[in-house]
């Protein structure tokens, strides 16, 4: 996660711009400064994702417990079937496209001699899973276009390309970590960075058994609880804070009201957290939490809420037999 330095490459088939330098190293550390200082404290979930976050995200996606990729993978795998999709020159543009596994599934669908045609927008947080995926994609598919793009999708939308013909994919209920007010705002913009008849591929958890839930974000590897602490470390990185991820207890349950799954970390021990240049330290209180991640569940009610902010209308919803997860493919109106 690279405020600071402008990274770009280009080759033949690939290319990568980050654009997170446009945003600044100064107003992330306010940023993150701002969610310390408030009441409870909170960190934004973006801030899991450096390299080793990545990774971690990328382990947990293959656990036992950890239905969800399990699941959109599947529904994922048979688009085809069930999506009327026009693939030729399409312009693949997918949020929070992290290790690219479930773009694979889609590009596996499309005809060998419309590959040319196709370019696919990766767009991440994290330029490491960018450069990985890249370069998976390109082995595994020679002749399609890739244009990798760093940026934050809350607050850079904008620098989207703006060419014809775009399907947008955002999966892994990545949309469920936002606020109801975030993911309103978030679908307005995109909503407005949309053209008629561009479309949108969104993977959304569906709100089920308590217990499946908590068991998906406690899993007995403690992966869970190790890409929830590393947030720290990446916390560390961007402001020069002294945490120490051994400080701190991975919290996950499912708040039923809100219906959400909330991930926390709890201080093991009072403590006081410095930072770098003249940044007035905090304290932490022994049992105090950090409020790390959100991860809202969804139901029928609200695929139609997320259509109206955006001005989609829902042309298929594509579910499991169990109702777990679903894919709902919008379409802009004008
Ligand atoms: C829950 S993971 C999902 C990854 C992948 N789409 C999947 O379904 O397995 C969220 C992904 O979104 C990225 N991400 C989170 N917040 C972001 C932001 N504000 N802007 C851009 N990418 C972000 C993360 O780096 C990560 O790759």
């Known amino acids: 996660m690279d405020y600071s330095k402008e990274a770009i490459l280009i080759n033949t088939q690939k290319k990568l711009v980050n654009h997170l330098p446009r945003i600044g190293a100064d107003k992330v550390k306010d940023e993150i400064l701002a969610g310390l200082r408030d009441f409870p404290k909170y960190i934004s979930p973006k801030f899991f994702y450096n ?57 596996n669908q499309i005809p060998e001699y419309v590959l040319p045609t196709i370019t696919y927008f990766p ?13 998976l994609i ?10 990798g793009i760093v940026a934050d999708f809350i607050h850079q939308l904008n620098l989207i390309p703006k060419t014809e013909k775009r399907l947008f994919c955002f999966f892994g209920s ?28 969104l993977g959304l958890d569906m709100i089920k058994d308590i217990a ?39 919290l996950a ?5 809100k219906r959400r799954i909330e991930m926390h970390l709890k201080a093991k021990t009072d403590m006081v957290i410095t930072f770098n240049s003249d940044t007035e330290a905090i304290f932490i209180k022994k049992g105090e939490c950090i409020h790390t991640e959100n991860s809202h569940k969804f139901n029928i009610d609200s695929i139609e809420n997320i259509s109206v902010w955006a001005d989609f209308h829902t042309e298929i919803i594509v579910v499991d037999k169990n109702e777990w997860f679903c894919l709902v493919y919008y379409k802009k109106n004008k």
Do not use: C
Request: aromatic letters at 8%.
């Open 174 to 201: 990545t949309i469920g970590n936002l606020t109801i007010d975030e993911v309103k705002k978030f679908m307005t913009a995109l909503g407005s960075e949309m053209q008629k008849g561009d479309g949108l591929l």
């Open 51 to 107: 390299e080793e976050g990545s990774e971690l995200f990328e382990q947990i996606t293959k656990l036992e417990e950890y239905y969800p990729t399990r699941i959109e993978k599947k529904l994922i795998a048979t688009i085809s079937d069930n999506i009327p999709l026009d693939f030729y020159n399409l312009n693949i543009i997918e949020l929070g496209s992290g290790d690219s596994s479930k773009i694979s599934l889609l590009l």
């Open 123 to 135: 767009v991440d947080i994290s330029q490491s899973a960018i450069e990985k995926s890249e370069k």
């Open 212 to 250: 499946v839930l908590e068991r998906a974000y406690n899993d007995s590897e403690q992966v869970t609880a190790n890409f929830n602490k590393n947030i720290l470390n990446v916390v560390n990185n961007l402001t020069g804070s002294n945490f120490n991820t051994r400080d701190f207890e991975h």
């Open 138 to 147: 390109a082995e595994k598919f020679s002749t399609i276009h890739i244009h």
């Open 253 to 257: 349950f499912y708040n039923q009201e």
